[in-house]
């Protein structure tokens, strides 16, 4: 399983981006997806997840500015940042969960003035 992440950026305070994220290979149709960061000096943490069937879970920091979604093409998800603050810099990492784990190659995002 393979997984390919796109958009990264530098972005202003109050900016939008948006990170998509495909993946490929031998994947169970009932799966997680999601997105998790990692800023400098700081662990993992979960940013957003939606599962095969649309159910979505979201950090309390990102809540109301970050949308995730599934892309009509199967094991595609997206996640939408909006309203970004200059702590939401970290290197993004796109995930997918069934059996197993896998992780894609991380993204940067920058947000600074």
């Known amino acids: 399983v393979q997984l390919q992440a796109s958009g990264t950026g530098l972005v202003q305070p109050g900016g939008s981006l948006r990170l998509s994220c495909a993946a490929s290979?031998?994947?169970?149709?009932?799966?997680?997806m999601g997105w998790y960061r990692q800023a400098p000096g700081k662990q993992r943490e979960l940013v957003a997840v939606?599962?095969?069937?649309?159910?979505?879970n979201y950090a309390d920091s990102v809540k109301g500015r970050f949308t995730i979604s599934r892309g009509n093409a199967k094991n595609t998800v997206y996640l939408q940042m909006s309203s970004l603050k200059p702590e939401d810099t970290a290197v993004y990492y796109c995930n997918i969960k069934f059996i197993r784990e896998y992780w894609g190659q991380g993204t940067l995002v920058t947000v600074s003035s």
């Open positions: 290979g031998n994947i169970f149709s009932i799966n997680v």
């Open positions: 939606i599962t095969s069937g649309g159910s979505t």
